[in-house]
């Protein structure tokens, strides 16, 4: 009766959203609104659409993606772990689903969109959550296995592998790299060996430099990002405009609406190159004032899987590595892009740049990172209820005085058994042995940036 009473209390407790995280997303998410409607009405006529087209598009794209982000925060985490298995057949149904006649749509020479009727659809940005999250059971599921032998370790490889011969055929080299990347990232987050990693690390970098230079149009672009003012109209014209832009904008900008390079000048003024936009009307201050936003999301989200492993919630603390090495590695990429510091690539910011399938998975995403930060929030009150019953259930008895004359006795420690049970925090992911993978039941030191040993 006891035990179903303190049950009930604990199923009673509820969780808050990382107030730091959600305000993050909810600013950059304004932010990108803003520069979407600014960059993009001046262009609207040139493709035949309303002033107001792209921005509408991007209002729409955001609202959906909220209503899914509400969705996923109200799901609990233990029903997406356990479908969490069945996801990686999902990435590659959806990779392949584009090269099938009537539903995949080439746009510009590339297969990367499934047509939904109303929209195109980008099926990478999908895979991209999707991968996360059976990456993140895996670890969970084989954590001890990964640490210590080949195949374990081998096993997520192989498959980002297959995505990435299948992202290459559309061809796609940017999400290619982005991908292994995020597995790379949370395979040491998740504590591999390092030495293990060194051998196919070395290996995938030769092969992803001759895959970059084998198409003449990555090569151009390799070549016109080392001095894009040789070429200024033809291979170096996207990076001199974008540099001629931030430049224009020196320390605090010319003002929301007063950009001359998105008149025509910057190609893709909304979607790849924005930052630039953003650089030109709100100078330098503008510019680190999104930096410092998107430090910000990645930095809490990996303080969060940081004490959710610390907490023995694994699966909760994998996918927000996850999410935040996806976030923290495009968002670099992009901006290192409109700064003139990488070669160019279609990678978009998040949440920020215009395109519907990228702000849709985005917001996704952040649903499933603030769903962590509640179950986080949740266990830590039950463990501090769990703990100030132990308390009450052990209080300390104050001895008699001895006799006058007679030596006082040794005590004997007290121990509570019946308490130390209650001390226990509550949902740790501590499952029993089974035929699949080793027992977990024994201490773990989590996270680890890689074993050496």
Request: hydrophobic residues 50%; positive net charge.
């Amino acid at each position: 009766m006891n035990d179903a009473r303190q049950a009930t209390r604990l199923d009673a407790i509820s969780g808050r959203f990382d107030g730091w995280l959600l305000g993050a997303v909810c600013t950059l998410a304004c932010v990108g609104v803003v520069m979407v409607g600014s960059a993009s009405v001046s262009i609207a006529g040139e493709y035949g659409v309303s002033a107001f087209h792209y921005l509408g598009r991007h209002v729409f794209f955001i609202g959906v993606g909220a209503v899914l982000a509400l969705w996923l925060m109200r799901t609990e985490l233990k029903i997406i772990e356990h479908r969490g298995q069945w996801l990686l057949l999902a990435c590659f149904a959806l990779l392949l689903a584009v090269f099938l006649p009537g539903l995949g749509v080439e746009v510009n020479g590339a297969r990367r969109w499934i047509t939904l009727g109303l929209s195109n659809f980008q099926v990478v940005e999908a895979v991209k959550l999707l991968l996360i999250v059976w990456l993140a059971s895996y670890l969970k599921r084989y954590s001890d296995e990964v640490t210590a032998t080949w195949k374990a370790m081998l096993k997520p490889i192989g498959a980002v592998l297959l995505m990435v011969v299948l992202l290459l055929a559309q061809p796609d080299f940017g999400s290619a790299s982005l991908l292994l990347a995020i597995t790379g990232g949370m395979l040491v987050l998740g504590g591999v060996n390092m030495p293990r990693m060194f051998g196919p690390m070395l290996g995938l970098l030769p092969m992803l430099a001759v895959v970059a230079i084998a198409e003449p149009y990555r090569m151009r672009r390799l070549t016109s990002f080392l001095d894009p003012w040789a070429d200024p109209f033809n291979a170096g014209y996207q990076l001199t405009n974008a540099l001629m832009a931030v430049g224009r904008g020196e320390w605090f900008g010319v003002g929301l609406g007063g950009s001359v390079q998105k008149l025509s000048y910057l190609p893709e003024a909304h979607t790849d190159f924005i930052l630039a936009v953003i650089a030109e009307e709100f100078g330098f201050v503008g510019v680190c004032a999104v930096i410092g936003l998107f430090a910000l999301l990645v930095g809490r989200a990996l303080w969060l899987g940081l004490q959710c492993v610390r907490m023995r919630r694994h699966f909760a603390g994998y996918c927000a590595f996850g999410i935040a090495l996806w976030i923290g590695l495009q968002s670099f990429v992009s901006i290192g892009v409109n700064l003139g510091l990488l070669p160019t690539k279609g990678l978009t910011l998040p949440l920020i740049s215009s395109g519907g399938s990228s702000v849709l998975m985005t917001c996704v995403a952040m649903g499933l990172l603030l769903r962590v930060s509640y179950e986080l929030d949740r266990a830590r009150r039950q463990v501090a209820l769990l703990r100030g019953e132990a308390a009450v259930a052990t209080p300390t008895v104050d001895e008699p005085a001895p006799a006058r004359g007679r030596p006082r006795r040794p005590s004997s420690p007290r121990v509570a058994p019946a308490a130390e049970p209650a001390m226990r925090e509550p949902a740790l992911d501590m499952p029993a042995a089974t035929s699949r993978g080793t027992s977990r039941l024994r201490q773990r030191v989590e996270p680890t940036l890689g074993r050496f040993a």
